[in-house]
């Protein structure tokens, strides 16, 4: 099951089990966040995709608050065959089917419009930031725009969306207005955006946002999200997404 530096870490609120690598991969907070901020069907009909999946968070955490189909689509297929891995040793391979393909023109291959929500934790930085010598390849094409860039996610998101579907994507605050155009020339109305902080009295460094297709617009802004408090410690709203609801 295990490969090379492989590990497997548990998802506590989800009493679920994920394949990590320190070398090659592990998901982060903003993976997190994202699963429990978008707006997902509950029902079994229902149908969501996960673009640029990495190694199968989102999916496995959204499995937990849905019984919905779940496809998850990762161009690269070390990350795909672990999301794979742990699809099938946490027994969903009924729920949660993983592509390991483009995110560009993915909806050529899995349907248009037939979606009832999207969700992509997509590249965060400029290709032409990825030159740093320590990035590992895996990491390099995870975390910049090589072969995926903001706009081509966002446009991938609405072709997969039936009108009225939703897509949620996670960012940083910087990009926000790049984000808002894209979505807007992508039939994607801006409805709902939270903002993370590091803690109170801090800039924001995280950017939660979702859309629907073809909707009016009417965007509310959420209270804020705080990580940590004074003291260093997660808040309690975060150690609840973390660790459960007894946490």
């Given at each position: 099951?295990?490969?090379?530096?492989?590990?497997l870490?548990?998802?506590l609120?989800?009493?679920?089990r994920?394949?990590q690598s320190p070398?090659?991969?592990?998901?982060?907070?903003?993976?997190?966040?994202?699963?429990?901020?978008?707006?997902?069907?509950?029902?079994?009909?229902?149908?969501?995709?996960?673009?640029?999946?990495?190694?199968?968070?989102?999916?496995?955490?959204l499995?937990?608050?849905?019984?919905?189909?779940?496809?998850a689509?990762e161009?690269?297929?070390?990350?795909?065959?672990?999301?794979n891995?742990?699809?099938?040793?946490?027994?969903?391979?009924?729920?949660?089917?993983?592509?390991?393909?483009?995110?560009?023109g993915?909806?050529?291959?899995?349907?248009?419009?037939k979606?009832?929500?999207?969700?992509?934790?997509?590249p965060?930085?400029?290709?032409y930031?990825?030159?740093?010598?320590?990035l590992?390849?895996?990491v390099?094409?995870?975390r910049?725009?090589?072969?995926?860039?903001?706009e081509?996610?966002?446009?991938?998101?609405?072709?997969?969306?039936k009108q009225?579907?939703?897509?949620?994507f996670?960012h940083?605050p910087?990009?926000?207005?790049?984000?808002?155009?894209?979505?807007r020339?992508?039939?994607?109305?801006?409805?709902?955006?939270?903002?993370?902080?590091?803690?109170?009295?801090?800039?924001?460094?995280t950017?939660?946002?979702e859309?629907?297709?073809d909707?009016?617009?009417d965007?509310?802004?959420?209270p804020p999200?705080?990580?940590?408090?004074?003291?260093?410690?997660?808040?309690?709203?975060?150690?609840?997404?973390?660790?459960g609801?007894k946490?």
């Amino acid at each position: 099951m295990l490969k090379d530096d492989e590990r497997l870490d548990y998802l506590l609120a989800e009493d679920l089990r994920i394949i990590q690598s320190p070398s090659v991969f592990s998901f982060s907070l903003d993976a997190v966040l994202l699963a429990r901020f978008a707006h997902v069907p509950t029902r079994a009909s229902g149908k969501i995709v996960d673009l640029c999946t990495g190694n199968g968070a989102i999916p496995l955490f959204l499995s937990a608050r849905s019984k919905a189909s779940i496809t998850a689509v990762e161009l690269q297929e070390r990350l795909a065959g672990m999301a794979n891995r742990s699809v099938l040793y946490n027994q969903l391979e009924q729920q949660i089917n993983v592509i390991q393909g483009n995110v560009i023109g993915i909806a050529e291959k899995i349907g248009y419009e037939k979606y009832d929500a999207v969700t992509c934790n997509p590249p965060y930085f400029p290709a032409y930031e990825a030159t740093e010598k320590n990035l590992k390849e895996h990491v390099a094409i995870a975390r910049h725009e090589i072969h995926l860039t903001l706009e081509q996610a966002i446009q991938s998101a609405s072709e997969l969306l039936k009108q009225g579907g939703k897509a949620a994507f996670v960012h940083r605050p910087g990009r926000l207005l790049d984000i808002v155009t894209a979505m807007r020339a992508n039939r994607l109305e801006p409805k709902r955006i939270r903002f993370v902080y590091s803690k109170e009295g801090k800039e924001a460094n995280t950017l939660l946002i979702e859309g629907t297709k073809d909707g009016k617009p009417d965007l509310k802004i959420l209270p804020p999200l705080y990580v940590y408090d004074n003291d260093g410690n997660y808040t309690e709203e975060v150690r609840k997404l973390l660790y459960g609801e007894k946490a």
